[in-house]
């Protein structure tokens, strides 16, 4: 296989408290590849954004350190990399678009000041050519009457138009890989129907890479074709997206999948995970996920257990699962 | 059923001003709402952003007034003249769970103290039967008797939900409305959360209404669901009628626009267009403008909520 395009290997990312650092992520390694969708999918506390925030470094610099791994963008590696070079993949060649468009935007600019922002920034594009530039980008992702409402201000438009906006910005200079954290989290579902249509299109048309980050599992194996799961801070399960609704074999994966509530379902209750998503700060050893599992063995709460490969697209960070899978398909 | 139902929402319609500086413009929050709950019921009141659904929830409990129509409780009728006073004489039986529970919970305040708080303002209770009290909810809702001495930021998201549902209940109520109560949870929370209000509801014998924009996590709870669209109910029917044969096109819109949690799930069609502005709603059926089906007479003339079948309604002129 070529290089992947993006390539994250054991990064830990720690924040600094009141008592030392802690670490949001640790240990975290995955690949994401040219034209590859990759959806990484977790709860509060999983690590799945903070990962996201660290491709492009865009966390608070006094707060944050990354003292150890690597995120390797077509063979730079990005935590080394000068503000120069950073400044100029960042928006050009990784885009990024978030949960809530609102926040995202700036209320006292239109629309078309903002996305022609972009622009000149990487293409050097202003005045009339930005203009035309902007109403294309607008009509790209499917705004009726484009250029009339390339002079709005935010707050006239719906949240899914807004999120459009967000998606033109994100696409103006053709980026190869586009990290969307939440991005259809903050709408209604048959808004997020359309922009998870429209994202799926562009992604066709423009042949770039995606990273989706969401708690959704119903997002997830609707968009992604590589999944990887996260959990307090770990990443848990890595699999091709039919795979890992198929055959979960991290004991997290599989509670996860059965705990969400099915519409087809006349179950009198739904399924639970016991306990609940530990801290940051909470010192668990070994596995930490065991306090919540039902299949915990000793060996599990001794060393943080090692992702191990459950076949050459599947691994799953629990040994006595992996073997167990092991046993029963030889 | 020989049973009368507890709560009658008879022809509910709600508006607000809205300022802006051309003057003064009316929000058609709600139109003509008609439901029913029975006792033991839930309710599921499901709808997108600007559905109604919280407004017609706030105005059950009397938080809001309503704009015209009736609201009967346990056969008060609580908007009519001395709705006040009816209201009062029914206040003990109804309670209200938010989406928040972080905003729910004073942050300077013991759980103990704010799962007694209902208990102290309805007096009568001696300081031990009190004490008593908090235990045995604290029990009901699966929290540690320890509890009692700690502040809410201590507790997770779904650990403050289960205090609120026991402050919620301090006052053993009948009626329960709980907007969106887990939907700012995670999913292995969610769960834990939407079990116990199930087991509660068997031990108690509480009615609910429970309003959330979360189709599966409605089904899970409720006996009946009302689809709401733009300030009205479109459809209502037993669960699981409305999740095996929606009649409203809206409903099936819905339905198929849900994500499944199945990658070999192929979705038929994305329904156009967004949620009409409540300040100038188009003629005749709010959902026409989206509606693959619509003809001539969605246009020109409102759809009434109608019987479609056995125990279900829905307001679409498809169906007359």
């Known amino acids: 296989m070529a290089e992947p395009l993006l390539s994250i290997r054991n990064l830990t990312v720690q924040f600094r408290v009141d008592s030392g650092w802690v670490s949001a992520v640790d240990d975290v390694s995955l690949d994401v590849g040219e034209g590859d969708c990759v959806g990484i999918v977790g709860e509060s506390g999983s690590g799945k954004s903070v990962t996201a925030l660290s491709i492009l470094q865009l966390h608070g610099r006094a707060t944050t350190r990354m003292p150890s791994g690597s995120i390797s963008y077509r063979g730079e590696d990005l935590l080394r990399a000068p503000g120069a070079a950073l400044r100029r993949i960042r928006g050009r060649e990784i885009a990024m678009i978030f949960q809530d468009p609102m926040s995202s935007l700036n209320p006292v600019l239109t629309i078309a000041d903002q996305i022609s922002e972009t622009l000149r920034q990487h293409e050097g594009l202003t005045g009339a050519a930005a203009r035309k530039r902007v109403v294309e980008l607008l009509g790209f992702v499917r705004i009726p009457d484009a250029a009339r409402r390339a002079d709005d201000y935010p707050h006239r438009l719906s949240g899914g138009m807004r999120q459009r906006v967000m998606i033109a910005m994100a696409i103006a200079c053709k980026p190869r890989l586009l990290i969307a954290d939440e991005p259809t989290t903050a709408l209604d579902v048959t808004i997020q129907a359309q922009i998870l249509e429209l994202l799926r299109e562009l992604r066709r048309e423009m042949g770039m890479s995606v990273m989706l980050i969401s708690h959704d599992l119903g997002v997830i194996a609707e968009f992604a074709q590589r999944v990887v799961v996260m959990y307090a801070g770990r990443v848990v399960e890595q699999a091709p997206v039919a795979e890992l609704f198929s055959h979960p074999v991290h004991p997290y994966t599989t509670g996860l999948i059965a705990a969400v509530p099915k519409l087809d379902s006349d179950a009198k209750r739904l399924t639970t995970i016991v306990g609940r998503i530990p801290s940051p700060q909470e010192d668990i050893p070994g596995c930490r996920f065991s306090p919540r599992c039902s299949l915990v063995q000793e060996s599990c709460l001794l060393a943080p257990p090692p992702m191990l490969d459950v076949s050459a697209l599947q691994a799953a960070r629990c040994p006595p699962q992996v073997m167990a899978w092991g046993d029963r398909h030889g | ?320």
Request: with cysteine; charged share 20%.
């Open chain 2, 1 to 320: 059923m020989a049973d009368a139902p507890i709560v009658q929402v008879r022809d509910l319609r709600k508006t607000f001003p809205v300022k802006h500086a051309g003057g003064t413009s009316t929000l058609h929050a709600l139109s003509a709402v008609n439901f029913d709950i029975m006792r033991g019921e839930t309710l599921g009141l499901v709808g997108e952003s600007g559905s109604g659904k919280t407004t017609a929830g706030r105005i059950l409990v009397g938080l809001i007034p309503a704009s015209s129509g009736s609201v009967s409780l346990f056969g008060h009728d609580i908007t009519g003249a001395d709705g006040k006073a009816q209201l009062a004489a029914v206040r003990a039986r109804l309670q209200f769970v938010f989406q928040d529970p972080f905003a729910s919970l004073n942050p300077r305040m013991r759980i103990g103290s704010a799962i007694a708080e209902p208990l102290d303002i309805a007096s009568g209770h001696t300081r031990k039967d009190r004490n008593d009290r908090v235990a045995e909810l604290l029990e009901l809702v699966g929290l540690p008797k320890e509890s009692i001495e700690r502040y809410p930021h201590e507790f997770s998201g779904g650990q403050r939900q289960r205090i609120v549902i026991a402050r919620a209940l301090a006052l053993n109520p009948d009626f329960v409305v709980c907007d969106e109560p887990v939907s700012a949870l995670d999913v292995s929370m969610q769960a834990q959360i939407v079990n116990l209000l199930l087991d509660l509801q068997d031990r108690l014998g509480l009615s609910y209404l429970f309003i959330a924009h979360d189709l599966a996590v409605v089904r899970a709870m409720s006996t009946r669901v009302a689809v709401m669209y733009a300030g009205a109910i479109v459809e209502t029917a037993p669960k699981s009628k409305i999740y095996a044969e929606p009649q409203h096109p809206y409903s099936k819109a819905l339905l198929d626009a849900v994500p499944r949690a199945d990658p070999s799930y192929v979705r038929q069609h994305v329904v156009a267009g967004e949620v009409p502005s409540l300040l100038d709603p188009p003629p005749g059926c709010t959902f026409h403008p989206r509606c693959p089906f619509a003809f001539d007479r969605c246009h020109v003339e409102v759809p009434a909520l109608k019987p479609s079948g056995p125990d279900r309604a829905v307001a679409c002129h498809l169906f007359d």
